[in-house]
């Protein structure tokens, strides 16, 4: 029995700018409402999440994150709509070809 | 406009068994007859070949390559069924799945 696996990543212009651990971060922010907490939860650096997300704002040309002014609770981030759109976005295409595979799996 | 890359490969019990690479190397030793020949075209030491081979086969728990004995044009290497069988399964689920990648893409 042959299980297919695949690594899967979007480019633009040549360049990676979205996959797997880039959702989770994303996720992560719009659920915490905050990268620093998004950080910690995925164990990575504050710095490190940081340079994920100039790097996929630089690649796509948009601005994915949004400063939230502080007050009561602090401040803290929020995805933009066009953030929370490539993650809808991309978590549809992700389950499709998921689903695809495993069809495709069972041909071999 | 965003492109979807994937890199894909077989598992069998967990272990990578499969994947474009060794395709290609299959490929090369059905065209040139012989393992060495393919491994020198892929600029792999005939060691390296011969290791993915035999990686190959006890992951899968069968035989791809059968020796053909030597003659006036001397020995060679040439695909059992199963391997022939196993390259030829590998290519039609590679082509669904650049095809799905594609029409995939269109969604982002």
Chains 1, 2 share one sequence.
Not at 17 to 44: C, N, P, Q, Y
Not at 87 to 104: G, N, Q, S
Request: a positive charge.
């Amino acid at each position: 029995m042959l299980k297919a696996r695949c690594r899967v990543w979007l480019e633009r212009n040549g360049r990676p700018v979205f996959g797997d651990g880039r959702a989770e971060l994303l996720a992560r922010i719009d659920r915490a409402g905050s990268l620093r907490k998004a950080a910690a939860e995925m164990k990575m650096s504050y710095r490190h999440a940081w340079a994920h997300l100039a790097r996929m704002e630089e690649g796509l040309g948009k601005k994915l994150l949004a400063r939230r002014a502080g007050g009561p609770g602090g401040g803290g981030s929020t995805l933009t709509s066009t953030g929370r759109g490539l993650l809808e976005k991309y978590r549809r295409f992700r389950t499709k070809l998921d689903a695809y595979l495993v069809r495709l799996e069972k041909t071999l």
